[in-house]
């Protein structure tokens, strides 16, 4: 199997409030080999939609009304009821300030992808959130992947990430969000490639949940 045939069972939702934008990602996940995408103008669109056709992976966009990116994926990760709470969400948005990054990790929001967007970088996070799923946290005011470090990378974000040293305003570039969103690992030693496995179809497991709850907040 070649690259086009990696997503071809995965279902994909778009949620923007500009047909433009939802336009371009469309082609983009046709060239990638998607067959099943769907589109929707806005969250509330998007609620109604996921509940009689459950995407396997959202690229959701933040300013919107009646509400937000934001608000949508609290929305679905506090619906318990819902089938699609363990849902992957992934972030498009061409704001990328740090307190925006770090609102839509605490949301549950799964990945964060800057605009302009391209087919390698829209790969790349797809990939990632398919080979290398979080598990999720079920904790007081918080349900999503998990938020939580390794000791050491968690002293690392204090230190890196504290809000007297990084600016709520400062702008993050993608390799940022990446380990932002994936500290213990490397996202250029897990993706080395734009090329997809030859020899597997690509596959959304619900991921691992526990209980047990995130450190003290350093956001």
Do not use: C
């Not at 929707?40 to 959202?58: C, F, H, R, S, Y």
Request: glycine residues 4%; without cysteine.
């Amino acid at each position: 199997m070649g690259q086009k045939s990696y997503l071809a069972n995965i279902k994909f939702l778009i949620v923007d409030d500009n047909a433009f934008m939802r336009t371009i990602i469309r082609r983009i996940l046709a060239t990638l080999g998607v067959l099943e995408i769907r589109e929707a103008n806005d969250g509330a669109e998007a609620l109604k939609m996921i509940q009689t056709w459950p995407a396997d992976i959202v690229l959701l966009d933040w300013e919107m009304t009646p509400f937000d990116g934001i608000e949508f994926t609290q929305m679905v990760r506090k619906a318990h009821d819902m089938t699609n709470t363990f849902m992957p969400i992934i972030m498009v948005s061409a704001h990328s300030e740090y307190w925006r990054i770090s609102a839509a990790r605490d949301a549950g929001v799964t990945e964060f992808l800057v605009k302009p967007i391209s087919a390698k970088t829209l790969f790349a996070r797809i990939r990632n959130v398919i080979e290398n799923p979080r598990p999720f946290v079920n904790a007081p005011g918080f349900f999503g992947p998990d938020r939580r470090r390794h000791e050491e990378a968690h002293q690392n974000e204090r230190r890196e990430h504290d809000p007297d040293v990084l600016s709520p305003d400062r702008v993050m570039d993608q390799d940022e969000i990446n380990l932002y969103f994936n500290p213990e690992s490397s996202d250029e030693a897990n993706m080395p490639h734009y090329d997809a496995p030859n020899d597997a179809t690509a596959q959304i497991s619900e991921p691992e949940q526990t209980e047990e709850a995130p450190p003290e907040s350093t956001d």
